[in-house]
């Protein structure tokens, strides 16, 4: 992008912020195995709320989690690429920033699983 772009405002500005960030977006869909798991479960998770047909703030409380989880690997993704940028070589502190990161959304990945339990017990439990 031009420099001078970037002081530019309006309606122009904001379509070309929206398509590199769908490029982004894009990328990271074909290129990060993690990402297409997380599409995947995704899919599987939202099948299910309909068939036990969750209430609407349980598509709410859901919805919320798999866009955290979803907006989460795409910023591990950005650390990852950027340490990458930085060194190609192996460092102590780039292991630290990529493991660091990875962390990031093992905890999430973790709280949104028991989430996803206390969302699907009682509806479950409903069914049965
Ligand atoms: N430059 C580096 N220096 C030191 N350790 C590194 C470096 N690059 C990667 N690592 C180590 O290897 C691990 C895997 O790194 P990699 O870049 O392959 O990411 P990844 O976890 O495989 O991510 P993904 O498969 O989602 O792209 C990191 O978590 C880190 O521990």
Redo the contacts with the bound molecule.
């Keep these: 992008m031009d420099l001078r772009d970037r002081n530019k405002k309006g309606f122009k500005r904001l379509l070309r912020s929206f398509m590199y960030a769908t490029q982004g977006f894009c990328y990271v869909i074909k290129?990060?195995?993690?990402?297409q798991v997380h599409l995947v479960v995704a899919t599987i998770v939202l099948v299910a709320a309909y068939l036990v047909q969750f209430p609407l703030i349980h598509w709410l409380i859901l919805l919320l989690v798999i866009a955290g989880m979803f907006a989460l690997?795409i910023m591990?993704?950005a650390i990852?690429r950027t340490?990458?940028l930085v060194?190609?070589?192996?460092?102590?502190?780039?292991?630290?920033a990529?493991?660091i990161?990875?962390a990031a959304v093992f905890v999430y990945c973790l709280f949104a699983v028991i989430i996803g339990f206390i969302l699907f017990i009682p509806a479950l439990m409903r069914l049965l």
């Design positions: 290129h990060e195995q993690n990402m690997e591990n993704t990852e340490v990458d060194t190609a070589e192996f460092h102590p502190l780039a292991k630290r990529k493991d990161a990875a």
